[in-house]
């Protein structure tokens, strides 16, 4: 940027030069020349300001994309904890509950009453099947015996029946006692489950909007530099002030201030 700035001061000088010695022809021509070379200049120091405000946004903007990426990364790892957790506790449930389902049925057969009570007519049947076999009537005898004998077949069916029936209410009470200790389960984790979703929509609406912060806070710093900037090139390559500038001495591949009153001379 020095560079231009001695060569604008070189070309203001001699402009000067060539209007005090009447050659107005000359001092239009390097007029022209410096106005276009300082449009340039400009145009150029305000493209390198950009491009390297628009290089720190991108940079930000990539940085934001990293941090966002890791906190879904974390929080999906999290998710995957807890549903793994979730579904291990059910599947435990769900084991201890056939575990405890299978003694539950053993316990209330081996409560079962383990003597038959008959009915009266059936008693009343057998005292009269004894009674006809002492008198010697076996005939007879028999014949109630028979009779008795499918009474008892058809009270034995009926009790039967009537255990089968206590053993599946009682299941069924198992069952159903179950069944809503397994689904509060469900809830529970299922409250969880919303919960973490909720921690980490939250998270997530906070590390948006503290992005948005930072890049807001970026691009009014960046406006402001840009004005700065705007100012400082109009004044640094402003004919009434510029000045040539001394670069340091013996760097390589820059212009000194010899070379440039050699130019100047060679110009005259």
Request: glycine content about 2%; charged content about 30%.
């Amino acid at each position: 940027h020095y560079v231009v700035v001695t060569f604008l001061s070189i070309l203001n000088d001699y402009r000067k030069r060539r209007e005090a010695a009447g050659d107005y022809v000359t001092a239009a021509a390097v007029k022209e020349v410096y106005a276009a070379m300082q449009i340039q200049e400009e145009a150029r120091l305000h493209e390198a300001v950009a491009a390297r405000q628009e290089a720190e946004r991108s940079g930000v903007e990539e940085a934001h994309m990293m941090e966002a990426m890791e906190f879904n990364t974390a929080w999906s790892r999290n998710m995957e904890d807890f549903e793994r957790q979730a579904l291990d506790i059910e599947e435990q449930t769900r084991q201890r509950h056939a575990i405890e389902f299978s003694r539950f049925q053993e316990e209330i057969r081996l409560k079962a009453p383990m003597r038959q009570k008959w009915s009266r007519e059936l008693l009343n049947l057998r005292k009269v099947q004894e009674t006809l076999a002492k008198q010697g009537k076996y005939a007879e005898a028999q014949a109630t015996k028979l009779k008795a004998d499918q009474l008892e077949q058809w009270e034995k069916a009926k009790i039967e029946n009537e255990l089968q029936v206590v053993y599946a209410t009682k299941e069924l009470q198992m069952k159903r006692a179950q069944a809503r200790e397994l689904e509060a389960l469900q809830k529970r984790i299922q409250r969880g489950r919303d919960e973490h979703k909720e921690h980490w929509l939250n998270g997530a609406q906070r590390l948006m909007q503290s992005h948005r912060n930072m890049l807001s806070d970026l691009k009014t710093k960046q406006s402001i530099e840009s004005g700065k900037v705007s100012q400082q090139v109009k004044a640094e390559l402003s004919p009434a002030v510029v000045k040539p500038h001394r670069p340091p001495s013996k760097v390589p591949g820059k212009l000194n201030t010899r070379d440039a009153s050699s130019m100047s001379y060679k110009a005259h």
